[in-house]
């Protein structure tokens, strides 16, 4: 080989050699970093909570009115939250027989109590979460009438649109 390239290779090998680094794939975060995000996780948990306001068959073992361990940090939660001037909450009964569904409404009441809510301010009821909706065809009519309003004019469809009648959607 010739003297021209192999020094050159050489030197440029011998340089690089150096320029290995042991780089860690993890970085180190501080506590202090984790603590702000887990408290906002908790946070956003506790508001979902708080607007759902809902206790479901699965938060009690199986065939019996014990909590599971979330169910007790739900009922805590909203214990506190409730407070003196108590709220409602929803029960769902599921499959539990009624003397099952009135032992976890009892068991319900009196965690609710020891987190400090005035347990006899505290509607509990078996209904579905948000109320019991919205007809559809009341939800279609409000989804309807922006569009309704900007082709037609004076609440009537564009001629060839799709209109809306009692029946459903159907052709003017």
Not at 52 to 66: D, K, M, N, V
Not at 143 to 162: H, I, K, L, N, V
Request: aromatic share 6%; hydrophobic share 45%; net charge neutral.
């Amino acid at each position: 080989m010739k003297p021209m390239i192999l020094i050159p290779s050489l030197l440029a090998a011998l340089a690089l050699s150096g320029c290995a680094a042991t780089v860690s794939s993890r970085v180190p975060v501080a506590a202090s970093e984790i603590w702000p995000s887990e408290r906002f996780m908790e946070a956003q948990a506790a508001n979902a909570l708080i607007l759902e306001r809902s206790i479901y068959p699965w938060h009690f073992l199986p065939g019996t009115a014990e909590p599971t361990p979330l169910a007790e940090r739900r009922l805590e939660l909203l214990g506190r939250y409730f407070g003196p001037q108590g709220g409602s909450l929803l029960v769902r009964q599921g499959e539990a027989e009624d003397t099952l569904y009135r032992q976890r409404i009892a068991l319900v009441r009196q965690r609710l109590a020891a987190a400090g809510a005035d347990a006899a301010r505290v509607h509990i009821d078996d209904a579905m979460p948000g109320g019991d909706g919205l007809e559809s065809m009341m939800a279609w009519r409000a989804y309807m009438a922006p569009f309704e309003r900007t082709r037609g004019g004076a609440g009537q469809p564009a001629a060839g649109s799709a209109a809306f009648t009692e029946r459903g959607i159907g052709r003017p």
